[in-house]
């Protein structure tokens, strides 16, 4: 089945600094790629998410890039503040139908003021 | 107010004993997936249901229960055949992939602790 690794488990950054969470997977069939953000003690939510067709998508401060060949992608985030402060999860699907994700393990990012 | 609702909140399991993990949508979605988050561990799928009356296994499914007796809800049992349980649970719902928002709803979680 899919493997979804993540790194770095743990992250922190000056607020304004840029902040780059990595994942691979290991399922070259795997064509959806999510981010979802877990603030402490809250439900995750969808924050940005990229399909196999597009090499990268933005969103104000966050984007997203895929590269197919090396089967690993990323988030990044810019200009970062406390609010930023959270638990991120990658995750990986493929097929049709209903998605069934893969998730990586999270990354705590920390912005200190 | 569409959503994804968990109860209890908390629960407390004493040994041998099984507890249900209630999970209800009322988003119309067709399906409903339930994850385990440890620590460090990500989330993991327990089982996962992508129509009434049919849900299959995912990667940790030893030891839980589930039944889908109506599209609204999925509610989870923790046997005590499963050793470990202590563990913070989500349920989570989504549309097809062919909607253009595919993206999976959480509910708020159960945390589940043994006594």
């Known amino acids: 089945g899919e493997n979804v690794e993540q790194h770095p488990s743990t992250l922190s950054v000056q607020e304004g600094d840029s902040a780059v969470i990595k994942c691979t997977y290991s399922?070259?069939?795997?064509?959806?790629f999510p981010w979802y953000k877990q603030e402490l003690g809250k439900r995750p939510q969808l924050i940005i998410d990229?399909?196999?067709?597009?090499g990268e998508k933005k969103d104000q401060r966050i984007a997203v890039t895929l590269n197919k060949t090396a089967k690993h992608f990323s988030l990044h985030i810019t200009e970062t503040q406390p609010e930023d402060s959270a638990v991120y999860f990658c995750?990986?699907?493929?097929?049709?139908?209903?998605?069934?994700?893969?998730f990586g393990k999270g990354t705590m990012l920390l912005v200190s003021p | 107010d569409g959503g994804i609702t968990q109860s209890p909140k908390y629960l407390f399991r004493k040994e041998g004993q099984n507890v249900t993990l209630s999970c209800e949508q009322n988003l119309n979605h067709d399906a409903m997936y339930w994850y385990r988050q440890d620590p460090g561990q990500g989330l993991r799928l327990i089982y996962y249901?992508?129509?009434?009356?049919?849900?299959q296994k995912g990667d940790i499914a030893e030891g839980y229960s589930v039944s889908r007796e109506k599209k609204e809800s999925f509610p989870l049992t923790v046997t005590s055949a499963q050793k470990n349980p202590t563990a913070f649970y989500l349920c989570a719902s989504s549309p097809p992939r062919w909607q253009p928002n595919e993206k999976l709803f959480f509910g708020s979680g159960t945390q589940l602790s043994v006594l």
């Open positions: 990229i399909r196999s067709n597009v």
């Open positions: 249901s992508q129509i009434v009356n049919d849900f």
């Open positions: 399922d070259s069939a795997s064509n959806y």
């Open positions: 995750a990986a699907s493929k097929g049709s139908g209903y998605s069934t994700l893969t």
